[in-house]
């Protein structure tokens, strides 16, 4: 199995996502990057703690490659907008890779390159060691799977799956 932190806006959104795909183990939404031990979500909300809202994807790479994993991440989120996924502004909300390998960190840099070259928009994404991942409070967790009527499940999620051909 590998481990890879990554960052693109609202958790809900790429928790949603990578739980549909297969050779993904586990998905917890979670907080990293940030100065303070233990945030809380009204915390990062401020936008003042310096942590992402990140999701720790647990693949399993004889299933699914690392590079598609990043590949499904650009397409799943805006990595040309700093700071910002649709409505949701903040650094809470950057678009983040936390590699934990200097491997991954390799095949980040080149990811990020190639799909540079492929957008009109410069790719902003940040490319960093991962911090300490600090997980989300349980109500964040499996959040569409649970909420699937929820507004921005309806709104935001859903949408996005589909475009996606995950639902």
Known sequence: METIVLGGGCFW???????KLDGIKDVISGYAGGEILNPTYKQICTGNTGHAEVIKITFDPAVISFTAVLDIFGDCHDPTTLNRQGADVGTQYRSTIMYLSDKQKELAIQWKEKLSKKLEDPVVTEIVAVPVFYSAEEYHQDYYRKNPNEGY???????KLKKLNLE
């Open 13 to 19: 959104c790429t928790e949603a996502v990578f739980e």
């Open 153 to 159: 499940c309806n709104f935001v999620i859903r949408p």
